[in-house]
């Protein structure tokens, strides 16, 4: 049964404004394991992934219900990938009992992140 549904979208150009404006930024929302893989990015693919981090994480917080803040915050949200490239959601956080499915798509210009909660 689904328990919960988000969806986010950012823009790139914003994104790279903000880290622009506050190189940090990149540090309060991606966990060490994810900014251990912006060094492998060249910069426009940097971008993408951060706006991508960022959407499925907001995503994730809509369909929990809880919004980014006291309950869930941006590092209690990782995302690796499965070998066959699909996004995979952590939450610690989490009901065991919930199954996350989560989506992440890029365009030049956007990053969309879609999260379903199903109990299992």
């Not at 209690?76 to 989506?103: M, N, Q, R, W, Y």
Request: net charge negative.
């Amino acid at each position: 049964m689904i328990v919960g549904t988000g969806i986010d979208i950012a823009e790139c150009k914003r994104m790279e404004m903000v880290i622009s404006r506050q190189p940090r930024f990149i540090s309060r929302i991606l966990t060490v394991e994810e900014q251990k893989r912006l060094d492998e990015m060249t910069d426009r693919r940097k971008i993408e992934f951060i706006t991508g981090r960022f959407a499925i994480k907001e995503a994730f917080a809509k369909a929990n219900g809880s919004g980014i803040g006291e309950a869930i915050n941006w590092k209690d949200v990782e995302v690796f990938h499965t070998e066959g490239g699909a996004p995979l959601l952590i939450c610690p956080k989490l009901d065991d009992s919930i199954h996350v499915h989560a989506s992440i798509s890029h365009s030049r210009d956007y990053a969309i992140g879609q999260v379903i909660l199903e109990t299992v």
